[in-house]
């Protein structure tokens, strides 16, 4: 979908933005890094689309697909963030929404982090990590 | 550089936007004070302890009659395990409790409910219906230890819960002491736990004042919280004014339907934040304290000095807490309850060292409990009131803190005022706006923070952990709610929700509709549904700018 966007505007991949998705899935509120986040992608040239809280799976992956995006970014400071990167990633799944870039951040134990990358989620990113590590990742990883 | 520049002061910059002086001396606090709206003649904006306006405190012998009450927050899973908690916390001389909920608690979700799977009893405590707080509850006695419900939204049936808890153990809700957080319109700025649209969430606040007015004048209905807008990103006096224009909006709400400011103020009470510079925190709670007591006698016309009273909780701190190297957030939570307890708090919360990183350890809660009680014990942080109390710096930078308020609260109200601000969405772009600035401010080390961007060390990140969370513990709580359901009266449930949805549609105050569904034993979830069929449901407004 995004090549095809990229042919039909007749630019090289470089000038057309980055699309990014940040939802918030769960009932946790904390969504002061979501919103950070979300306008340092938007000072690094990229174009995000915020959920805001407590969204279903469903309604991220839908809103994924509708929106076009080359990244999906969760936010999750519950400690649910295992269960909930799982839902989403079925709930894309069910959408045929494959090929994006998953990134995950929020308060994630050293343990989890390698069960959410075997779930697609490649950028997990705990609480503590630099904007511009952030940046740089999705600007070299997405698409 | 040349040398003269050498010889320049470092410049300083608080996190408020004021740049303080080299030093300060008795001119400054003159020259400060012209920036306030003039007192009348007979007050004096220092004064007295216990007196108008009550820049050094609410009391005249502040801690010499009592220290400050100490209330760490705690609530784990299920009733039972929360219960022992308190008990241990109260063994420790803790002489308050603060209640825990889980996520789907405070969004009016029931633990059976889809929404809530994998999230109950998660970050605090499941409660269903009655008997789950009843058995939170079990054998602490309600007339010496004070019970603050940390729960907003879901408020008004928590507040119909205790009034009926305190009737079944034969003590009359008049005489019930207590507070509910209760401060919805935070909950839209940050911390996120809404459920009804903005106008319709007012009203429900409007309904616990008037409550607890008409029938529990000792409860206090609403603890506003400029804390969380603070852990959001506000700066200080962001917090301040954005709490005092929401402690205002809940006043003017409840004074339109007919209550007189001397029956409900003295009730409200505050919450606010502890991290940060020491001089800034403290001259903006002295700063905070004048001007709320201003704002009640010269704009709402108080006549009882009570009403003009800041009562606060002035704790946490978590914002100002690392990962990174952990252990320095016990030295960091001693400095912030130095700074609360030089603010003249009355309740004081702190949090944990390990709370960066998961639900504080039995440990960790010990020691902030214990660092207080080292101020008390050892420091004399309870021997004399406001020993700050006539500081150069202090007075004056009280005096700038305060002008700064005043400056935020007024740009705010000639935007449209708080109400409109948060349901347009403004107010929470521009905290988001806030946070994304001390974000860059910490990575480009214009903010410093040790252990984070200064002073690193290596392997000294701690590794996050969470509160082991028990899905059999889910399934246990669901077993409860299932047999509060099989045993109780469906017909006289039906009909008690039923009056719920007829108060909220008829505009009456909801909470004799809700202690009756209470009593009936109603789930939140169904009690919440039965408002929300009504009132509907708040739609997040998403902007930046």
Redesign the interface.
């Given at each position: 979908m995004r090549k095809l966007r990229q042919e039909a505007s007749g630019n090289s991949g470089n000038t057309v933005p980055i699309r990014v998705l940040v939802a918030k899935p769960?009932?946790?509120?904390?969504?002061?890094g979501a919103?950070?986040i979300?306008?340092?992608l938007?000072d690094a040239g990229m174009e995000v689309i915020?959920?805001?809280?407590?969204q279903?799976p469903a309604a991220i992956a839908r809103a994924a697909v509708q929106e076009s995006v080359d990244a999906v970014g969760l936010s999750i400071l519950?400690?649910?963030h295992l269960?909930?990167c799982r839902a989403v990633r079925e709930a894309l799944a069910a959408e045929q929404a494959e090929g994006l870039l998953l990134l995950v951040g929020g308060?994630?134990?050293?343990?989890d982090r390698a069960p959410l990358r075997e779930l697609g989620f490649t950028g997990v990113f705990?609480?503590?990590t630099?904007?511009?590590e952030v940046v740089t990742f999705v600007r070299e990883h997405a698409r | 550089m040349s040398e003269k520049r050498s010889d320049e002061p470092r410049p300083v910059l608080l996190e408020s936007g004021l740049s303080p002086k080299v030093a300060y001396g008795p001119d400054d606090i003159a020259q400060t004070a012209t920036k306030l709206p003039p007192l009348p003649s007979e007050a004096d904006a220092i004064g007295a302890p216990g007196q108008y306006p009550f820049t050094r405190g609410i009391h005249s012998l502040m801690y010499r009659k009592q220290p400050w009450t100490m209330r760490q927050y705690a609530g784990f899973g299920t009733a039972a395990e929360t219960n022992e908690r308190f008990k241990y916390l109260i063994d420790n001389g803790q002489t308050g409790l603060n209640v825990a909920f889980d996520l789907p608690t405070q969004c009016g979700l029931d633990s059976d409910d889809p929404r809530a799977a994998g999230e109950v009893g998660r970050v605090g405590m499941a409660v269903d219906s009655l008997a789950d707080l009843e058995q939170a509850l079990d054998g602490i006695d309600l007339t010496r230890v004070t019970v603050s419900h940390t729960i907003n939204a879901v408020a008004p049936i928590v507040l119909a819960m205790m009034a009926t808890i305190a009737r079944r153990r034969g003590l009359d809700p008049a005489k019930l002491r207590g507070t509910l957080q209760n401060d919805i319109l935070k909950e839209f700025i940050g911390r996120g736990t809404w459920i009804f649209p903005v106008d319709e969430s007012i009203r429900l606040i409007g309904d616990t004042i008037e409550y607890c007015a008409k029938h529990m004048p000792l409860y206090s209905p609403v603890s506003v919280c400029g804390y969380h807008i603070r852990e959001s990103g506000a700066n200080p006096v962001q917090e301040m004014a954005l709490g005092f224009l929401i402690a205002r909006a809940y006043a003017d709400h409840v004074i339109a339907r007919g209550l007189a400011v001397d029956e409900f103020a003295s009730r409200l009470s505050f919450n606010f934040d502890i991290y940060g510079n020491l001089f800034e925190q403290v001259a903006k709670f002295r700063a905070g304290r004048r001007l709320w007591a201003r704002i009640i006698k010269e704009d709402y016309g108080a006549r009882d000095p009570r009403s003009c009273w800041l009562r606060m909780i002035a704790g946490g701190g978590g914002g100002g807490l690392t990962v990174e190297q952990p252990e320095l957030n016990i030295v960091r939570g001693a400095y912030y309850a130095l700074i609360s307890a030089l603010s003249g708090t009355q309740t004081m919360a702190l949090c944990s060292f390990d709370e960066a990183y998961t639900i504080p350890s039995e440990r960790a809660a010990r020691i902030s409990l214990r660092t207080m009680q080292v101020l008390v014990e050892e420091m004399g942080l309870c021997d004399t009131a406001d020993p700050l109390g006539g500081s150069y710096y202090v007075e004056s930078l009280t005096n700038e803190m305060e002008a700064e308020i005043r400056r935020v609260m007024a740009r705010v109200e000639a935007e449209g005022g708080i109400v409109e601000g948060v349901r347009t969405g403004r107010i929470q772009a521009m905290v988001a706006r806030q946070a994304y600035q001390r974000q860059r401010d910490l990575e480009s080390g214009r903010a410093r923070k040790v252990g984070v961007n200064c002073y690193r060390s290596d392997g000294d990140e701690h590794d996050v952990a969470f509160h082991p969370f028990d899905s059999a513990q889910a399934e246990r709580q669901c077993a409860r709610l299932d047999e509060v359901r099989r045993r109780r009266d469906g017909a006289r449930v039906a009909k008690a929700l039923d009056g719920v949805s007829a108060a909220a549609a008829a505009k009456v105050n909801v909470m004799p509709a809700l202690i009756d569904a209470v009593e009936a034993e109603a789930t939140v979830g169904e009690m919440v549904g039965a408002l929300k069929a009504v009132y509907g449901e708040y739609r997040e407004p998403v902007r930046f700018a």
């Open positions: 769960g009932l946790d509120g904390h969504d002061v919103k950070v979300v306008q340092a938007r915020y959920t805001g809280l407590r279903q519950s400690g649910a269960p909930l308060v994630i134990p050293e343990r705990p609480v503590g630099r904007l511009d | -």
